[in-house]
């Protein structure tokens, strides 16, 4: 029988962290004040952590802790205010965030869980502070490699050629035949938009991530796009910036620096139906982090499966009982 999620309660403890730069980030803790310390990335980049009440972390066994990334979600301030400039907000100051907030919390190490672009930035986090990490559980992973910005928003036109063409014509005509995500930051972060034009950018870009798991079998209308305006404002203006700047990443980076995971047991969790985050990424990453476990589930995409929900359980499970 699959396990249950577990139910939540809480927070223990909250607040907003002051990271300099005039940013402020929101986090929470959860579960067991003494457990194993558990860090929870979210995706987007700019999606900000959800507020679910439940997990597949076992409260009993972890001290969960939950934080939204520069300029979303409850940090502030929020990248829906077209006079925020995003100009402090790069995969380096988010480095530095979860440093900070680690040192806030008094947590020596932690074992680091997330999926999607959370993956990309555990991997350059543990990189470049690998003492401080004890395990890591990653699922859906993204590189952010050129290639793999590259796939999602150009490579997959031949599979969804609709929906594709729908996102380029939604550019001004003179930004149609160059690159689409360059020409989206334009459009979001540019002084001379009007916030009309940036919402509809918004809109637009999300409909077209909606449309890249819409085939998948847990996938459901409006996955990207069901969020208020705030929200998916500030997503969609971080996630272009972010990937029109190569997610802030040397181009392999990931690749080129697995060495410094030596030492780190990690479990990756991949479906191989994955349109957006093709199992190329995590394949490659195997190859040179022998220390890590990837586990391919074939009928599952990038919003999972039964089965690949009960693998990451096992995978939390097995490393919380690894005590602190």
Request: proline residues 6%; glycine residues 10%; aromatic residues 8%.
């Amino acid at each position: 029988m699959d396990q249950p999620l577990y139910e939540l309660t809480g927070p223990h403890e909250h607040g907003l962290l002051d990271v300099g730069d005039g940013n402020r980030i929101y986090w929470e803790t959860l579960g067991n004040p003494d457990g194993k310390p558990v860090l929870n990335v979210h995706g987007g980049p700019g999606g900000g952590g959800r507020r679910s009440r439940t997990s597949g972390l076992n409260p009993e066994d972890f001290r969960i802790i939950r934080f939204d990334q520069r300029n979303c979600g409850d940090s502030l301030p929020h990248a829906s205010d077209p006079s925020v400039s995003l100009e402090h907000n790069t995969t380096d100051h988010l480095i530095a965030d979860m440093e900070h907030l680690r040192e806030h919390l008094g947590v020596e190490r932690w074992l680091l869980f997330g999926g999607s672009w959370g993956s990309a930035l555990i991997l350059a986090y543990a990189q470049r502070h690998p003492e401080r990490v004890s395990e890591i559980v990653i699922v859906s992973s993204f590189l952010g490699r050129q290639e793999d910005i590259d796939w999602l928003y150009n490579g997959l036109r031949p599979l969804l050629p609709g929906a594709w063409e729908a996102f380029r014509d939604a550019l001004p005509a003179a930004d149609r035949d160059g690159d689409l995500v360059a020409a989206y930051n334009r459009l979001l972060n540019s002084p001379d938009s009007d916030q009309a034009v940036r919402l509809q950018a918004a809109r637009d870009w999300c409909a077209w991530e909606d449309a890249v798991i819409a085939h998948e079998a847990l996938g459901h209308p409006g996955a990207y796009s069901n969020r208020p305006d705030d929200a998916l404002l500030a997503l969609v203006r971080i996630c272009a910036h972010y990937f029109a700047n190569n997610a802030w990443l040397e181009d392999g980076q990931l690749i080129r620096d697995a060495h410094r995971l030596a030492g780190i047991p990690g479990v990756m969790v991949q479906g191989r139906l994955d349109l957006g985050c093709p199992l190329k990424g995590p394949w490659d990453l195997a190859r040179v982090w022998p220390d890590a476990e990837l586990k391919v589930i074939d009928e599952a995409g990038h919003t999972g499966s039964p089965t690949m929900r009960q693998t990451v359980l096992d995978a939390l499970a097995r490393f919380g009982k690894n005590g602190r």
